[in-house]
């Protein structure tokens, strides 16, 4: 019995959102700073400057639509921008500003607001 | 004799109260505007999440930044450079519709008298810690073509995603840039847009990988959008 609960408590902590190895606490103090701007104080697409963007932000809330992306290509938009990943330049390269390990803390602050 | 004394007395005060006619700069700075902006660099490596807690743009290279003449005049009116303030979340609060900006939360500038006003402007244009970056800066002012610029600073590189380059066009998250050619010099808008992070290390400006011709290209925007400003 203690043994299966032991297994379920690995697999609980291994599996799902888990993948993005980032910091997600510090990713969500990130994410405030540098992307509710657009992607909006709840993520879900409707920042202030959403109104007057010719395309939409993507809404970070949408659980279809992000779990679509893997974490490498979520990695790519924010360092590199919406043109590394085929989308909109109005998303910009945030890679000369974050260090690798910040954009992997956003990732994981991502992998909660979609999915948790 | 006492109409002499008087004299006399009258002048010492004058002659005493002249340095005052000339306000202290420095004083000023540090009693005035330091509670909000920086205006010594910093002395450790700032983390980007501190970005949060900034209440205005960091003045401590504001010589290298800024011309004196709109220094002197936006000290004594104030305008709203940022739409949402100098930390956006701060100033935003979210509806069904999405964000938008709480105008109840944005502070105002405080305004200052025109002699209070040339001296903080004289103090802060001797701040300049970044004289050599701006001489390695080859950027000259050139016309462009206004629609032309429009279309690179919107559709080509995303600038209008968060900056307003006329009063009604553009997005709110970052300064106005319609009065950018007028507030700033031209040297810094071009080396500010090429590196940003050199300037301000946990600035909300993205770094892009703009080539001196790209720079130059959106810097000749904002000399010219300026020039359209009464």
Redesign the interface.
Known sequence: MKGTIAIALLVALTAGPALAAGDAR?GK??Y???C???H???GNG?????????VQPRDHTDRGEMSARTDEELFLAIQQ?GKAVNK???????G???SNE?IDALVAYLRELCCR | MVRGHLVCAALAIALLAAPDAGADGAALVAERCASCHAIEPPAAPQDPVARAERKGPPLHYAGNKFQRDWLVAWLQAPTRIRPAGVHPPTHVKATPQGDVIDPATLPEHPKLSADEARAVADHLMALRPFDERIAAQSYQPQPIALRMGQMNFGKFKGCDACHRDAPDRGGVSGPELYTAGKRLQPAFIASFIADPVAWDPITVMPKADLSDAEVAKLANYLMAIAKEQP
């Open positions: 510090r103090a990130l405030q700073v540098y509710t701007q657009c909006g104080l709840e409707k920042g202030v400057n959403a109104a007057t963007m010719a921008g909109s330049v109005l998303m910009p390269a945030w000369g500003n974050l910040d």
